[in-house]
Antibody, heavy 121, light 106 residues
Framework: EVQLVESGGGLVQPGRSMKLSCAAS????????MAWVRQAPTKGLEWVAT????????YYRDSVKGRFTISRDNAKSTLYLQMNSLRSEDTATYYC??????????????WGQGVMVTVSS | DTVLTQSPALAVSPGERVTISCKAS??????MHWYQQKPGQQPKLLIY???NLASGVPARFSGSGSGTDFTLTIDPVEADDTATYFC?????????FGGGTKLELK
């Protein structure tokens, strides 16, 4: 059974940093691109970033470029999202997701339960 | 960015057929995907590439469309289908989602 378990969320002040982790199990982690998708409270879904199987290619939405870094450790089957210079508009539930395709980001066939990030003073 | 427009809400009775629409601001070929999100839960993939049923999803769900107009159909609707349904495109630029259609059962 595919499982994605996020951790590392919480309350953080504007301008500070936070790192999210996602522990994957039930599939060959190194064979799949992975992504983060977020959802602000009572809002819709927003793709944040995707990373290729090797980690050699990364893709970001414009609003997080230069502030967020997606990375992975295939030996540990773990996905990360380093978030710097956080803003109030980054407040959301962050979902770890799997992309079942190769190449450029496509869609998301498995989702974690999500972790809440609140940016507030 | 490609904007995906969905109707905000629908209300149907169990046993009926319901169609949920998603209109793209520009062509996305057949790179449209559908998700179901129940309250307090993470989204679940239903349909990928416009018309392909995801693994484990009941055959009551189907998808169609190409270009700018897409439809998710549930036939027949069951009480457990109460949820918000999102479309998502993967053809142009950053991956974008529709605002969601909240399906309520009468």
């Amino acid at each position: 059974e595919v499982q994605l378990v996020e951790s590392g969320g919480g309350l953080v002040q504007p301008g500070r940093s936070m790192k999210l982790s996602c522990a994957a199990s039930g599939f060959t982690f190194s064979s799949f691109p992975m992504a983060w998708v977020r959802q602000a409270p009572t809002k819709g879904l927003e793709w944040v970033a995707t990373i290729s199987t090797s980690g050699g290619s990364t893709y970001y939405r414009d609003s997080v470029k230069g502030r967020f870094t997606i990375s992975r450790d295939n030996a540990k089957s773990t996905l990360y999202l380093q978030m710097n210079s956080l803003r109030s508009e980054d407040t959301a539930t962050y979902y770890c997701t799997r992309d079942p395709t190769t190449g450029i980001p496509h869609y998301f066939d498995y989702w974690g339960q999500g972790v809440m990030v609140t940016v507030s003073s | 960015d490609t904007v995906l427009t969905q109707s905000p809400a629908l209300a149907v009775s169990p046993g009926e057929r319901v169609t949920i629409s998603c209109k793209a601001s520009e062509s996305v070929s057949t790179r449209m995907h559908w998700y179901q999100q129940k309250p307090g839960q993470q989204p679940k993939l239903l349909i990928y590439k416009a018309s392909n049923l995801a693994s484990g999803v009941p055959a009551r769900f189907s998808g169609s469309g190409s270009g700018t107009d897409f439809t998710l159909t549930i036939d027949p609707v069951e009480a457990d289908d109460t949820a918000t349904y999102f479309c998502q495109q993967s053809w142009n630029g950053p991956r974008t989602f529709g605002g969601g259609t909240k399906l309520e059962l009468k």
